[in-house]
């Protein structure tokens, strides 16, 4: 069954555009055809994190109705759709966000998933993305302040009449400074459908241009990442690692 899938947080700089990425590029790993759309218009991430900073069709160009959304569609080396959003100030000028929710049900019709990369908050743009989903998969980091605002973000979801699909936890390191992961799942009352753990490989995916699940796939963060999604499409997923892939990553 396709559907829309928006990743959200309510606080920025938790991992959310990093899970966006991986998530999708590990469904399209699996066989699904998955479409990536930057739904972040103000602060846009993925087409940086993809090699596609500045594209001659954006989302914005569609959402502005300048352009129809097939044209706004590239393709990925790794084979994973994307539609990036303009880091133009100017072209954040006569966006009609409601139309975010046409443009997931047009692509519904060509793709097995569709992944919505929300803003961070409770703005416009966050609301937007969250209506245009079926699903919603909230992103925090076991901080005090990140799942605070995770609640909200839930709250909120809840009030659209969203199905939340659960929470993935990222930067996870084990130390005592952090919230447990069960005192999360007690906070936000909420399926947690993986947990991703501090990774120094992270930001060497983004200079490479490209997810974590490809340039280092035995990475701790990218297993986690594989699993998670093989849990969201109901596949039954299991890594045999090498000595020395289990203790190098």
């Known amino acids: 069954m396709t559907k829309v899938i928006t990743i959200t947080s309510g606080k920025g700089g938790v991992g959310k555009t990093t899970t966006a990425i991986n998530i999708g590029a590990?469904?399209?790993?699996?066989?699904?055809?998955?479409?990536?759309?930057?739904?972040?218009?103000?602060?846009?991430?993925?087409?940086i994190h993809l090699g596609a900073p500045i594209v001659p069709v954006s989302l914005n160009h569609v959402l502005s109705g300048k352009a129809k959304v097939s044209d706004a569609i590239y393709e990925h080396e790794s084979g994973m759709k994307i539609i990036p959003s303009s880091l133009s100030i100017k072209e954040l000028r006569d966006l009609n966000h409601s139309k975010l929710k046409e443009v997931t049900k047009k692509l519904k019709k060509m793709y097995d998933i569709v992944i919505l990369d929300c803003a961070a908050g409770l703005g416009e743009e966050a609301v937007a993305a969250i209506e245009a989903a079926d699903e919603i998969i909230i992103v925090t980091?076991?901080?005090?302040?990140?799942?605070?605002?995770?609640?909200?973000?839930?709250?909120?979801?809840?009030?659209?009449?969203?199905?939340?699909?659960?929470?993935?936890?990222?930067?996870?390191?084990?130390?005592?400074?952090?919230?447990?992961?069960?005192?999360?799942?007690?906070?936000?009352?909420?399926?947690?459908?993986?947990?991703?753990?501090?990774?120094?490989?992270v930001p060497k995916a983004v200079v490479m241009k490209n997810a974590l699940i490809h340039t280092h796939p035995?990475?701790?963060?990218?297993?986690?990442?594989?699993?998670?999604?093989a849990?969201?499409?109901?596949?039954?997923?299991?890594?045999?690692?090498?000595?020395?892939q289990r203790l190098f990553g």
């Open 26 to 47: 590990a469904l399209n790993s699996f066989g699904k055809e998955v479409i990536l759309i930057d739904a972040n218009l103000t602060t846009p991430n993925v087409g």
């Open 141 to 201: 980091n076991p901080e005090i302040p990140a799942v605070t605002d995770a609640l909200k973000t839930s709250k909120l979801a809840e009030q659209l009449g969203k199905d939340i699909k659960g929470v993935i936890v990222t930067r996870s390191n084990g130390s005592k400074a952090q919230m447990p992961i069960q005192n999360i799942n007690d906070m936000l009352e909420l399926p947690i459908l993986g947990v991703v753990p501090e990774d120094q490989n």
């Open 218 to 229: 035995h990475s701790k963060a990218a297993r986690a990442y594989k699993r998670i999604a």
């Open 231 to 244: 849990k969201l499409i109901g596949k039954d997923y299991v890594e045999h690692l090498t000595f020395w």
